[in-house]
């Protein structure tokens, strides 16, 4: 569990405004505690992997969400995958 | 031993800082983990090739690799992958905007039954024609169908069937998989046509020739039936196209089902010239004559 301060003191190249951009965007999606934003591990996963995208492998503004939209498929396809791998192994 | 960066990168010893940034650049993206959660060597890899870029990219660090004051290794950066790893799991579902739910379960289902002959299944049901004998679908038989795989079932027909009527014998058809019941055998009847016999339902005709002199005298004739001959007597005075109802000698009665009717159209046939009944026809005058033909001008 972490603040938005926190993160931004995580990663350097971090800004808050860039964060909210993305919260706004719903590329990230923290709790709402109180009215204070509070992030899973999940959730600092995957600003660092915004960040990664963006720095490193210059995926662009207007990519990101396109970016995001596929990982996001393939992520709950395997999550799917190893739902159903596990029923079988429960039904086997 | 760690390698060396510039092989890990693919550059030249002299490769400019631009040149390095591409390269590792390109290579990141191919490599990243979290774009390739199911290759596990992607991690390794992408860790290599962020620790040859650490060094190269400093050029302090990459002078003194140069000069051989430190190794390939250089130092490690923080773990990339660390979303997959969440994102795998249940947390994932955060962001798991797709698919909906039961978009692969058909897929899965498949790819799950075909990894596992084990677990009980059902036979598939096979499906027949059989050819049934006019008489058998009037009156009811049982016929034998030879299967390809050399049994023989033998089917009852019911009286009454019609072609196109599918019968189902439970259990005769394809095997059942570890325990599983076997499919059922479904039997398509096709009914042969009869030469005389026509069918309306449950109910029979017949074209019965009769000669002139039954036509006009009457008396026993000979009638055939799908269950045998009978001896029908003809009233006198019986013209062409006069019908004869014979009931219950139809389709035989099944269950709570009546037996049909045989219904007999009378056709009379004069027969080869006789010239006995010509001299006869020549002389005869009619006690009340007719013009069998009058109304047909009605028809113009």
């Known amino acids: 569990m972490m603040t938005i301060e926190m993160l931004c003191l995580r990663f350097a190249a971090l800004t808050p405004e860039d964060l909210l951009h ?24 995957r600003v660092r992997l915004i960040l990664e ?5 210059e995926v662009n503004e207007a990519a990101l969400p396109v970016v995001l939209s596929l990982l996001d498929q393939l992520y709950a396809l395997r999550r799917r995958l190893r739902e159903a791998g596990i029923a079988v192994d429960e039904t086997a | 031993m760690a390698d060396d960066p510039y092989q890990v990168l693919g550059v030249a010893q002299g490769a400019t800082p631009d040149a390095i940034k591409k390269a590792y650049r390109k290579l990141a993206r191919a490599h990243h983990p979290d774009l390739n959660p199911g290759k596990p060597a992607a991690e390794a890899r992408f860790k290599a090739v962020s620790a040859a ?30 979303y997959r790893r969440q994102a795998e799991e249940a947390a994932g579902a955060r962001y798991g905007t797709a698919p909906p739910e039961g978009m692969f379960d058909d897929l ?65 058809g394809g095997a059942g998989r570890q325990g599983g019941p076997a499919g059922d055998a479904l039997i398509e009847l096709d009914v042969a046509p009869h030469p005389v016999f026509r069918r309306e339902g449950f109910d029979l005709r017949l074209d019965l020739p009769v000669t002139l002199r039954e036509a006009v005298l009457g008396g026993a004739v000979e009638v055939p039936t799908p269950s045998g001959a009978l001896r029908v007597t003809l009233p006198a005075g019986s ?23 045989l219904l007999l159209a009378l056709r009379v046939v004069i027969g080869p010239p006789d010239a006995a009944l010509e001299a006869f026809l020549r002389d005869w005058v009619p006690e009340h004559p007719q013009d069998p033909r009058a109304g047909l001008e009605a028809g113009r």
């Open chain 1, 22 to 45: 993305w919260i706004e965007e719903g590329h990230v999606r923290p709790d709402d505690q109180a009215g204070m934003l509070v992030f899973r591990e999940i959730d600092v996963e």
């Open chain 1, 53 to 57: 995208l963006r720095d490193m492998l």
């Open chain 2, 53 to 82: 870029h650490e060094i190269l990219s400093d050029p302090d660090k990459r002078a003194r690799f140069d000069r051989g004051e430190i190794d390939g290794a250089g130092q490690e950066q923080a773990p990339a992958g660390g």
């Open chain 2, 108 to 172: 899965l289902a498949e790819m799950f039954a075909r990894q596992r002959p084990d677990g009980p299944r059902a036979g598939r049901d096979e499906s027949y024609l059989l050819k049934v004998p006019f008489a058998s679908a009037v009156m009811g038989a049982t016929e034998e169908l030879t299967l390809p795989d050399g049994r023989v079932l033998r089917v009852q027909i019911p009286p009454g069937v019609e072609t196109g009527q599918v019968l189902r014998l439970r259990g005769q």
């Open chain 2, 239 to 261: 013209d062409t196209g006069r019908q004869i109802r014979l009931r219950g000698k139809g389709v035989a009665g099944h269950g709570a089902r009546a037996a049909g009717d």
